[in-house]
């Protein structure tokens, strides 16, 4: 198997973007009948990055940048923490990835955080994601063999969120990425390298409450609005320092509200948007390949024109800021590039859970769209919480996708402690 395969396994055992996958070098042609049909996936390196990690979230239809805060915000909004209600907390998930489409690749999730104590109003955490792939046999190019590896990628966040007021916190994360996909020795002429990249989320969180009248009784809506500027960091490269990718530059923008109806039964809903900050493909020139290459043909054996794919190598920063209107197809592409996540939970006596959600992406763009379903449980000092995916689109590679996630009170630990 040859290093560009691998690297395809790579981007596509992370998004399942099972159309519009980019070689390693971000360039593909498509037809002219391609064009029309606008097909124009945004894909980056490590998009591991942006996979919801915990099984709430995750059966909320991956909405949660305005969440409350747990363990698992130390990805969706580090600024939340500041407004945590426990002192510390733990949280671990599990997730078969693909399970449908290839054995055994997994997605592993570690978060925590605590108070500091001189402050309350402060809170530190920090996390661990590890993905693997299984093992790969490595073959060359006729199918002779070349050994087996396990790829596999992680990331280590540390983060810092402080409340400003009542009704605002900040909050910062500083990460450290590696991705090793073929291993360190040649394989077909091609020494590849492990990718490695830091960067940073810079997060905000307000919260509120509005008074309502409902049935005639005065009732309180809690409110939260959440904004998460995520993964903004250095390119990265699995060859040489002129052939690097971006990372998966992602912002998360949503609102979260909250109903008690009465003592024992409540409600959350959430709404999330979410947009890749990394350039769009734009249309480059139109290049004749007729009669050059017998795999440049159409559906009847035609040699055709193609066009050619390419995007800018900007600085990260710039790039980030053009993804905002740099979509060939003008503003109505670019809206296309916007997900929208919608979730509704219901809880009841603080213990039980049942949740279920909505994510829409353009086609276009990637085409996931699926509905989600969860539930959880809470029990003194342990929680769990589970959610499984439903796609609208058949065979699809996240079909029955499954996340399971135990969360550790420490402050109900110590109380049972001391009792």
């Given at each position: 198997m040859s290093i560009l395969n691998i690297l395809k396994i790579g981007f596509v055992a992370n998004l399942c973007f099972f159309i519009g996958v980019s070689q390693a070098d971000a360039q593909t042609t498509i037809s002219r009948s391609m064009l029309a049909g606008q097909q124009n996936v945004i894909t980056t390196a490590v998009p591991f990055l942006t996979i919801t990690p915990d099984s709430r979230r995750a059966g909320m239809g991956d909405a949660g940048v305005a969440s409350s805060a747990d363990a698992n915000s130390v990805f969706w909004n580090a600024a939340s923490l500041a407004f945590a209600d426990k002192k510390a907390g733990v949280a671990t998930s599990y997730a078969p990835w693909l399970r449908a489409l290839v054995p055994g690749i997994s997605y592993n999730y570690l978060a925590g955080y605590t108070k500091i104590r001189s402050n309350q109003r402060s809170v530190i955490g920090g996390s661990f994601r590890f993905f693997t792939f299984g093992e790969i046999n490595f073959t060359d190019d006729i199918g002779n063999p070349l050994g087996t590896f396990k790829p596999s990628e992680y990331a280590v966040d540390i983060c810092y969120a402080t409340q400003l007021s009542k009704h605002w916190a900040i909050g910062t994360t500083l990460k450290y990425v590696n991705s090793n996909l073929a291993g360190t020795r040649p394989l077909n002429g091609i020494t590849p390298k492990v990718g490695r990249s830091g960067a940073g989320d810079i997060s905000a969180l307000y919260k509120g409450t509005l008074k309502a009248k409902i049935k005639g009784e005065k009732k309180d809506l809690r409110y939260t609005v959440g904004i998460n500027l995520q993964n903004l960091g250095?390119?990265?490269?699995?060859?040489?320092?002129?052939?690097?990718?971006?990372?998966?530059?992602?912002?998360?923008?949503?609102?979260?509200?909250?109903?008690?109806?009465?003592?024992?039964?409540?409600?959350?809903?959430?709404?999330?948007?979410?947009?890749?900050?990394?350039?769009?493909?734009?249309?480059?020139?139109?290049?004749?390949?007729?009669?050059?290459?017998?795999?440049?043909?159409?559906?009847?054996?035609?040699?055709?024109?193609?066009?050619?794919?390419?995007?800018?190598?900007?600085?990260?920063?710039?790039?980030?800021?053009?993804?905002?209107?740099?979509?060939?197809?003008?503003?109505?592409?670019?809206?296309?590039?916007?997900?929208?996540?919608?979730?509704?939970?219901?809880?009841?006596?603080?213990?039980?859970?049942?949740?279920?959600?909505?994510?829409?992406?353009?086609?276009?763009?990637?085409?996931?769209?699926?509905?989600?379903?969860?539930?959880?449980?809470?029990?003194?000092?342990?929680?769990?919480?589970?959610?499984?995916?439903?796609?609208?689109?058949?065979?699809?590679?996240?079909?029955?996708?499954?996340?399971?996630?135990?969360?550790?009170?420490?402050?109900?630990?110590?109380?049972?402690?001391?009792?």
């Open positions: 250095a390119k990265i490269t699995y060859s040489d320092k002129t052939n690097k990718e971006y990372i998966p530059a992602n912002l998360k923008i949503g609102t979260a509200w909250s109903y008690d109806i009465d003592q024992y039964n409540s409600i959350t809903g959430m709404l999330d948007f979410n947009k890749l900050m990394v350039p769009t493909p734009g249309i480059n020139v139109l290049k004749d390949y007729t009669g050059l290459s017998d795999s440049l043909v159409d559906d009847n054996g035609t040699s055709v024109k193609v066009f050619e794919r390419t995007r800018s190598d900007d600085p990260v920063i710039s790039s980030a800021l053009k993804s905002f209107y740099d979509a060939p197809g003008g503003l109505k592409e670019e809206l296309k590039e916007y997900n929208i996540s919608l979730g509704l939970e219901y809880i009841y006596a603080k213990q039980f859970f049942l949740r279920a959600g909505y994510f829409n992406e353009a086609k276009t763009k990637g085409n996931r769209k699926y509905a989600t379903f969860g539930f959880g449980i809470r029990y003194k000092v342990f929680g769990l919480d589970a959610a499984y995916l439903v796609p609208f689109v058949q065979r699809h590679p996240l079909q029955n996708q499954l996340r399971f996630t135990l969360i550790f009170d420490l402050d109900a630990a110590l109380e049972e402690n001391k009792k």
